[in-house]
């Protein structure tokens, strides 16, 4: 996309930088799973298995993040056009239940692929897109909670209620994996509804490779405040510099995060920076407001919308690629023999996935398009009888 004279772009350009982020989110998830299904113990040793893995720690925080931010230009758009807090409310946590209602479904699904060597219990799993619905849920009970008659004024407090709640999310989360749990505050939970806070599935202690409400619902509400920041009358009149400004203050995170680490004073009895630490937290949202600064400069300024781009197209299905590369990675269809292959192999498999999904996004917006086109054309063609 060429530089505009018109300093506020147009709606298309204003989200095609957040189809982009969700399409590079994709990406590094099918590398993350590929390389993770189907190298041999030998590749699993190497320096690149490491950076691939590496990289697999940014698509849940992306999609998480992007899942706030899209869900406060819902929320605003439903606000600007009249809606009122309990009606919008309604609207925004009936999808929220909509969307975990399909990560039920999709667990149903994996249960019933692998079926009978997958346990019962996977049924109930804490996975990224159960994730996602309960925090839609959540973000739209503290959208109800700052509701404004003035719309501007809600976008304000939505900021202040979404990040203070980030923020306490993420500084209780260390004593909900560890010190709570012997207490009163948790210890009477079955594991069936324990998981829903610390991941802990039946296996008596949380589990890292979960996605449960602490930490992981931090990263969607820090999304629903920076999304409501961009929604501001000010940053949609000036988007560039608003865009630039949440990447400075991701870049400040950052810094204060790492002072704080390497701080001598600690407040919390066990102190895991990988797993549960707050400073790891801030630190990723940092780098997903520095992502949304490099993606928007890549869409507006670079060649992220020269022509066809495939990011974005992958971006506005990621749901459905989502779904389906993992039946073709590590169900029962795998394209490939796990934990057999070499470097080379894997990769030559990767690019075949990536290829497909993209073939199906494409496949799936070409439907919907037409479907789209059909209804346009038999409701003209009432409007010609009715005339």
Same mark, same amino acid.
């Given at each position: 996309?060429?530089?505009?004279?018109?300093?506020?772009?147009?709606?298309?350009?204003? *989200?095609?930088?957040?189809?982009?982020?969700?399409?590079?989110?994709?990406?590094?998830?099918?590398?993350?799973?590929?390389?993770?299904?189907?190298?041999?113990?030998?590749?699993?040793?190497?320096?690149?298995?490491?950076?691939?893995?590496?990289?697999?720690?940014?698509?849940?925080?992306?999609?998480?993040?992007?899942?706030?931010?899209?869900?406060?230009? @819902?929320?605003?758009?439903?606000?600007?056009?009249?809606?009122? +807090?309990? !009606?919008?409310?309604?609207?925004?946590? =009936? =999808?929220?239940? !909509?969307?975990?209602?399909?990560?039920? *479904?999709?667990?149903?699904?994996?249960?019933?692929?692998?079926?009978?060597?997958?346990?019962?219990?996977?049924? @109930?799993?804490?996975?990224?897109?159960?994730?996602?619905?309960?925090?839609?849920?959540?973000? $739209?009970?503290?959208?109800?909670?700052?509701?404004?008659?003035?719309?501007?004024?809600?976008?304000?407090?939505?900021?202040?209620? +979404?990040?203070?709640? +980030?923020?306490?999310?993420?500084?209780?989360?260390?004593?909900?994996?560890?010190?709570?749990?012997?207490?009163?505050?948790?210890?009477?939970?079955?594991?069936?509804?324990?998981?829903?806070?610390?991941?802990?599935?039946?296996?008596?202690?949380?589990?890292? #490779?979960?996605?449960?409400? %602490?930490?992981?619902?931090? %990263?969607?509400?820090?999304?629903?405040?920076?999304?409501?920041?961009?929604?501001?009358?000010?940053?949609?009149?000036?988007?560039?510099?608003?865009?630039?400004?949440?990447?400075? @203050?991701?870049? $400040?995170?950052?810094?204060?995060?790492? #002072?704080?680490?390497?701080?001598?004073?600690?407040?919390?009895? @066990?102190?895991?920076?990988?797993?549960?630490?707050?400073?790891? %937290?801030?630190?990723?949202?940092?780098?997903?407001? *520095?992502?949304?600064?490099?993606?928007?400069? #890549?869409?507006?300024?670079?060649?992220?919308?020269?022509?066809?781009?495939?990011?974005?197209? *992958?971006?506005?299905?990621?749901?459905?690629?989502? #779904?389906?590369?993992? !039946?073709?990675?590590?169900? =029962?269809?795998?394209?490939?023999?796990?934990?057999?292959?070499?470097?080379? $192999?894997?990769?030559?498999?990767?690019?075949?996935?990536?290829?497909?999904?993209?073939?199906?996004?494409?496949?799936?917006?070409?439907?919907?398009?037409?479907?789209? !086109?059909?209804?346009?054309?038999?409701?003209?063609?009432?409007?010609?009888?009715? +005339?």
């Amino acid at each position: 996309m060429r530089l505009c004279a018109n300093p506020m772009p147009a709606p298309q350009q204003r *989200l095609a930088y957040i189809d982009w982020m969700r399409g590079l989110a994709c990406v590094l998830m099918f590398q993350t799973h590929a390389y993770d299904a189907w190298l041999g113990p030998a590749a699993r040793k190497s320096t690149f298995f490491m950076w691939s893995q590496l990289l697999g720690t940014f698509p849940a925080p992306l999609f998480l993040f992007l899942a706030g931010i899209s869900f406060a230009l @819902v929320t605003d758009k439903l606000r600007s056009k009249g809606g009122s +807090a309990s !009606e919008v409310a309604k609207t925004t946590i =009936r =999808r929220g239940a !909509e969307i975990y209602g399909l990560g039920l *479904l999709f667990r149903l699904q994996e249960y019933m692929i692998s079926f009978p060597w997958a346990p019962w219990q996977d049924l @109930v799993r804490m996975d990224v897109l159960n994730n996602i619905g309960i925090s839609m849920m959540l973000m $739209g009970v503290v959208c109800w909670l700052t509701a404004s008659s003035d719309v501007s004024a809600a976008r304000k407090r939505g900021v202040i209620g +979404a990040g203070a709640t +980030a923020l306490a999310i993420a500084m209780v989360t260390p004593m909900v994996w560890t010190t709570w749990r012997p207490t009163l505050l948790m210890s009477w939970m079955p594991w069936p509804v324990e998981t829903f806070f610390d991941g802990c599935h039946n296996l008596g202690v949380p589990q890292a #490779w979960l996605f449960p409400i %602490f930490p992981w619902s931090a %990263f969607a509400f820090s999304g629903l405040a920076c999304g409501f920041v961009l929604q501001s009358d000010w940053a949609k009149s000036k988007l560039a510099a608003a865009v630039a400004l949440v990447g400075v @203050v991701g870049g $400040g995170l950052i810094l204060v995060a790492r #002072w704080f680490d390497h701080s001598p004073r600690q407040i919390y009895s @066990v102190y895991d920076f990988w797993h549960t630490s707050p400073n790891f %937290f801030l630190i990723r949202v940092g780098m997903l407001m *520095l992502i949304v600064f490099g993606a928007y400069a #890549w869409c507006r300024w670079g060649a992220g919308q020269w022509g066809f781009s495939p990011m974005i197209q *992958l971006g506005q299905t990621s749901l459905l690629v989502y #779904w389906v590369h993992i !039946e073709f990675v590590y169900g =029962r269809f795998s394209i490939l023999k796990k934990g057999q292959q070499s470097l080379l $192999g894997a990769s030559a498999g990767l690019a075949i996935i990536t290829l497909s999904m993209l073939l199906l996004s494409l496949v799936r917006t070409r439907m919907k398009d037409k479907k789209i !086109e059909l209804a346009s054309l038999f409701r003209k063609k009432a409007a010609a009888a009715g +005339a």
